[in-house]
Nanobody, 119 residues
Framework: QVQLVESGGGLVQPGGSLRLSCAAS????????MYWYRQAPGKERELVAD???????NYADSVKGRFTISRDNAKNTVYLQMNSLKPEDTAVYYC?????????????WGQGTQVTVSS
């Protein structure tokens, strides 16, 4: 069974930092890209960052230079280091994974972790 378990959210002041973690079952983590999405109240879920199995990364323009995605393949864990946080970063952050089995794409989501940036 595929599982994605996020942790590390919380309340932080503007300008502060948080590090999110997502522990994935090995069957989905190994050899697959991993993603972080977020969804703010009243808004659509948006892609924040992604990382390939080889470590190549991409970021949303709104977080470039502030957020860093990384992965530890030995621990089946993906991280999102968030620095210089802004109130507009407030959202539920979701870990996401995809994989192809034959011709079918399977998509998996974690339960989400709340990040609130407020003074």
């Amino acid at each position: 069974q595929v599982q994605l378990v996020e942790s590390g959210g919380g309340l932080v002041q503007p300008g502060g930092s948080l590090r999110l973690s997502c522990a994935a079952s090995g069957s989905i983590f190994s050899g697959n890209p991993m993603y972080w999405y977020r969804q703010a109240p009243g808004k659509e879920r948006e892609l924040v960052a992604d990382i390939t199995s080889g470590g190549s990364t991409n970021y949303a323009d709104s977080v470039k230079g502030r957020f860093t995605i990384s992965r530890d393949n030995a621990k089946n864990t993906v991280y999102l280091q968030m620095n210089s946080l802004k109130p507009e970063d407030t959202a539920v952050y979701y870990c996401h994974a995809e994989r192809w089995i034959l011709s079918t794409k399977y998509r998996y989501w974690g339960q989400g972790t709340q990040v609130t940036v407020s003074s």
